[in-house]
């Protein structure tokens, strides 16, 4: 049982119908996360991990649609304390129906990036918090403020009671962040979308939001998909990491064959180009040429061919190269190290 | 006054020294509060509060800090985009004569502006967008005396090549480029008037990570080439790091450590410095970070706490330190720290 994964993904294809062409910002990505793990999502702008997990919560706004793939979700049943778990398709559901929102914030809540944003701002975040609790779960309105109390304690904000009385722009970006963290756990999700939880936020606050998560993540053992673009943070959170690259998985493996034996040129180069803060000062980075294609004009073959230095003519840029295993957890969709490719 | 452990270490950095670009000393910028019908000021937003440091010819000084810190404001007021409420700022002018940017008025300070310099955070926000690259490359060198077409577009295509760019693009908009090719745009900018002193407030930290290293590689080519003195704001410590001769550390308006690179981040000598050093997040699964937590948060600095700003959150803090402002002074040679406790404390720094 606690083998099958709790959300697995198969190429899955998330297509932007534009005025000026289609925008392939998810396409044929394939992952599985299991209870318990944090699963971090590397990439750069416009790799579409945020796009993937938007699929994922359906949430995926006009003019995107799923235009193909599967996200399989183990569904645990709440009613009656019955534990039967099934394994249901997301895709299949309609977006607004009810065992969409019933999942949506009950079993899997999303950190967003933007604390700022995703509160209102004319009403206190505590009655926003106790909205989230009833919609979800079968409480009276006092037990539901009791629940938001007690993640506020949780999370580890100060004077609590007083805060859930208080509005979003009242509060620091420190404490906001808290506050939208006790507002995804309200409801015991299994899995937790963490969408670049700390970039908004400085150091010694990321430290204190990271620490937080881990502990809670230890205590709960809830699953987190972290998503990021700060290497650093997710060698510290992680514990499997994906790469992506214009819509494709370039590479996935544990913490540390990513880190310290990275298959893919992506992986390799990208690693090599952040400063560090053990290595010489002061000294020419290796950079990657070029810059990241538009979506537009996203190159023929492995997307990342047009920068690579070990790509190879006719064929790199003729075919897609698959996601293949090449160790013992590590899968790289790369020529260098198996012929499969993507079929179309 | 705190024990001092030699005699021939200053209590301030602020002596004058020919190596010396610009002498920052006392740097006061305060933002009044103003309240009720009549705006009657009821406080002061102490944004930059008696900061003092110095930056010497052809170095790169990092100036860091988390938000609020003042690092900002810090930074506008050596340009004057801001007017310091107090303090002086003495640039040693091309000329070898010396100027107080801060006491010069507009007039006096327009032959001045081509030698300071700005590079902005947002490469999206700092071109305009009906400019075409020309324009933007070529309006300093026009502003400041360029007046021949022709010798402007040769200049501009210098300019374009310098910072990898091809001369042919002179004509297009900033909208056809990417993230990276626009920071470069506003580098060949900063660059068109042949400045010395070029202030960069975050520079990288819009940029992709892959472009990051592009930009970071740039700035230092540039800076052996043209010998310029850079004043780096930035928050990310790694990139600071690999970037500056010397960093500044800035909290509540206030500096409290200043010191060569490599040394404050193996040895700091201020609590909050160690602590900002912790929370950084290396990128190997194999060291792990943030051990140190930092309790609490950054006070405003509307109504900063008594003594050392830091106390209440440090956990090294003993009675004085509630009580007494701890002086910025120099504990050995070239390393500045403004700490009752500095020369007791043994605080560990990144392992290297």
Redesign the interface.
């Known amino acids: 049982m606690t083998n099958t994964p709790l959300l697995s993904v198969h190429d899955l294809k998330t297509y932007f119908m534009m005025d000026e062409g289609v925008v392939k910002a998810v396409d044929g990505v394939s992952f599985d996360v299991r209870a318990g793990q944090i699963f971090g999502i590397v990439g ?2 416009g790799c579409g991990k945020s796009v993937t997990m938007k699929a994922v919560l359906r949430i995926v706004e006009p003019p995107g649609k799923i235009v193909g793939g599967e996200i399989l979700w183990r569904h645990q049943a709440r009613q009656n304390g019955s534990s039967d778990a099934h394994v249901v398709d997301l895709v299949k559901f309609d977006a607004n129906s009810k065992e969409m929102r019933d999942i949506r914030g009950a079993e899997i809540a999303l950190i967003p990036q933007e604390p700022m944003a995703s509160f209102s701002p004319v009403h206190t975040v505590g009655d926003q918090i106790i909205e989230a609790v009833l919609l979800h779960q079968d409480v009276s309105k006092r037990e539901a403020r009791n629940i938001a109390l007690q993640m506020f304690k949780d999370v580890g904000i100060p004077i609590p009671e007083q805060r859930l009385d208080e509005y979003s722009w009242q509060l ?4 906001r962040q808290r506050a939208i963290i006790a507002m995804a756990l309200s409801c015991n999700p299994r899995l937790l979308i963490a969408d670049e939880p700390t970039t908004a936020v ?7 939001v ?2 937080l998560l881990r502990r809670l993540q230890e205590q709960r053992n809830a699953a987190i998909i972290f998503i990021t ?9 992680a514990s499997y990491v994906m790469v992506m690259y214009l819509g494709l998985v370039m590479e996935q493996g544990s ?2 064959e990513i ?2 034996a990275p298959g893919h040129p992506y992986t390799q ?3 090599r ?7 010489m ?2 000294v ?5 040429s070029g ?2 294609p538009h979506p537009f004009n996203k190159p023929r073959g492995c997307p990342f061919h047009p ?1 690579c230095g070990k790509a190879v003519a006719g064929k790199c840029d003729e075919r897609t190269p698959a996601l293949k295993p090449v160790g013992e957890k590590q899968l790289v969709s790369c020529f260098l190290y198996h012929d499969a490719e993507v079929s179309s | 006054m705190t024990n001092h452990p030699s005699a021939s270490l200053r209590t301030s950095p602020i002596a004058p020294s020919p190596h010396h670009l610009l002498e920052v000393k006392n740097l006061k910028k305060y933002f009044p509060i103003r309240k009720g019908f009549f705006r009657k000021t009821v406080g002061n937003v102490r944004a930059v509060d008696d900061v003092s440091f110095f930056i010497n010819e052809g170095e790169t000084l990092g100036l860091v800090g ?2 609020g810190c003042g690092k900002t404001t810090a930074s506008r007021c050596i340009l004057r985009a801001l007017v310091p409420t107090a303090g002086e700022m003495i640039f040693r002018t091309k000329e070898g004569a010396s100027a107080d940017l801060a006491k010069l008025s507009r007039a006096e300070l327009r032959p001045l502006r081509p030698q300071m310099q700005m590079i902005f955070q947002d490469p999206y926000g700092s071109l305009n967008p009906r400019m075409t690259l020309f324009d933007i490359v070529g309006e300093p060198m026009y502003v400041n005396g360029v007046k021949n077409r022709k010798e402007r577009v040769e200049r501009v295509a210098e300019l374009l090549r310098l910072v990898g760019l091809r001369p042919e693009y002179m004509q297009r908009y900033p909208h056809a480029f ?4 626009r920071q470069r745009i506003g580098i060949a900018r900063a660059l068109s008037v042949s400045p010395r002193l070029v202030v960069a407030d975050e520079p990288v930290s819009a940029l ?7 930009i ?2 740039l700035l ?2 540039l800076q052996k080439r043209m010998n310029l003195t850079y004043l780096f704001v930035a ?1 990310n ?3 600071v ?4 001769d010397r960093v500044a550390v800035m909290y509540v308006g206030k500096l409290v450590e200043m010191a060569n ?2 040394e404050l ?1 193996a040895a700091p000598k201020h609590p909050y410095t160690a ?2 050093m ?9 060291i ?3 051990n140190v ?2 309790k609490g ?2 006070p405003s600095p509307a109504n900063p706490p008594s003594g050392c700003y830091f106390h209440p959150r440090c956990e090294f803090a003993v009675e004085i330190c509630s009580k007494d402002a701890p002086l910025f002074r120099e504990i050995t040679p070239d390393h500045f720290v403004a700490c009752h406790r500095a020369d007791e404390l043994r605080l560990s720094g ?3």
């Open positions: 750069e702008s620091s970006g420190g404490l400085d150091v010694t606050t990321q430290a204190q990271l620490r673009h700060d290497l650093g943070v997710i060698a510290q959170m913490v540390d880190f310290h180069a990208l690693l180009s952040i400063p560090t803060i053990t290595m000062p002061r020419t980075l290796p950079t990657i810059s990241i920068r | 988390e938000s990417s993230g990276g090719q992709d990570v892959s472009v990051q290293a592009q970071l590689n230092l080519d928050h410590l790694s990139v790091r690999h970037i500056c690179t490599l981040y602590a900002l912790s929370a950084v997040p290396v990128a190997d699964p194999r792990k970070t943030g937590e930092l948060e950054v990144i392992a290297q």
